[in-house]
């Protein structure tokens, strides 16, 4: 069964990371309060991105990965600045080491 990686723009221009194997499903239910709670409180939502895998495990991996990203690293991906996401992980690496 196939599995999508997504990310919705929340009203407060927040992003939202999650995986589904139903993307049309998932969306509908977001958009309606019956998605994660963190969107509920953040409606409309708007898919700004999509990776389509061959199935839910690798679409979960994905989203845990892109879900630690920082806001730069997500607009990239999003945007398809492709070149630009290892930079964003060295800056982000190179800020939390100076903590």
Known sequence: ????MYILRCKDG???TGSTT???RRIWQHQNGEGAHYTKKRLPVELVY???YSNITEAFYREKQVQGW????KQALIEGHYDEL???AKK???KEESK
């Open 1 to 4: 069964m196939r599995g999508y």
């Open 14 to 16: 927040s992003y939202y």
């Open 22 to 24: 139903d993307l049309e």
């Open 50 to 52: 999509y990776e389509e």
């Open 70 to 73: 920082g806001r730069k690293k």
């Open 86 to 88: 290892p930079l964003l």
């Open 92 to 94: 982000r690496w190179k």
